[in-house]
């Protein structure tokens, strides 16, 4: 079994690499990611030399297309779950600008925390319909304490390879269940999922044994592929789509 993990982790870092290019921009080297955003535009990160070390931007992409979406992030409870997500990655905000310091020692996990951060970010706060006011982590947590399960928000994990994973809801192991690990994806597709298993894939072995991990994948417009909830089953996260949320609630709540 530890080979076959190992091995999904080089393929994993093998397509990381090969996917990613690299251009000068007068002071600026831009980064094109693997990874794609909601108009399945490769997101692209910004490095510039400062302080004797590197500045990371996404030069205000994500906050800015956000807001272009109609999705303005004003009120008291979005600006919170904002700061909670960055700082989960060590993310701070400047401006729109989504950035981080980074040594020359650290820049591959900074830069790794960078996208994450900018991946979190869009998924939680994009809203299909402007004009809807809940937001998919809202109502997760508020469907877990309905049902009187406990749960930690927010929890962050460092992984095999040292890279540290934000995941979105722990439940405690219980006499009757394991530790729980529950991540809420607005968007389910191609790149979430890939992210979250990834995180899963590199966080397990130094979890407790029979810990579990479940994607909650919002369906409430679009149904998730088959294509994405197979990629989440091979690598051992349980899909629940939200509609079929009671199924597990025994489970959760144990």
């Known amino acids: 079994m530890i080979d076959e993990v190992q091995k999904l982790l080089d393929q994993y870092v093998a397509w990381l690499k090969d996917k990613t290019a690299l251009r000068q921009i007068q002071d600026y080297v831009e980064i094109t990611t693997p990874y794609l955003d909601r108009h399945n535009d490769h997101l692209q990160i910004y490095a510039k030399r400062e302080n004797g070390g590197y500045l990371l931007s996404d030069d205000g992409y994500v906050v800015g297309d956000l807001r272009l979406s109609g999705c303005e992030l004003e009120s008291r409870k979005r600006k919170e779950l904002l700061r909670l997500t960055l700082n989960g990655f060590g993310v701070q905000l400047d401006g729109d600008a989504l950035s981080v310091h980074a040594s020359r020692d650290n820049f591959a996990l900074r830069k790794h925390n960078l996208v994450q951060a900018m991946l979190a970010v869009n998924d939680l706060f994009y809203l299909a319909v402007p004009m809807v006011a809940s937001l998919f982590l809202e109502d997760v947590a508020s469907w877990l304490s309905l049902h009187d399960i406990r749960f930690t928000p927010k929890v962050k994990f460092t992984g095999k390879t040292g890279y540290d994973h934000l995941f979105d809801f722990v439940i405690p192991a219980s006499k009757k269940e394991p530790e729980r690990i529950l991540q809420a994806i607005n968007r389910p597709n191609r790149d979430t ?17 029979n810990s579990r991990a479940y994607a909650f994948l919002n369906d409430s417009d679009v149904t998730p592929s088959a294509a994405v909830v197979d990629a989440l089953k091979s690598y051992d996260v349980h899909p629940v789509l939200w509609s079929g949320r009671e199924d597990v609630r025994e489970q959760l709540a144990a």
């Open 193 to 209: 999922a890939q992210s979250i298993a990834f995180g899963w894939i590199d966080t397990k072995d130094v979890r407790p044994a």
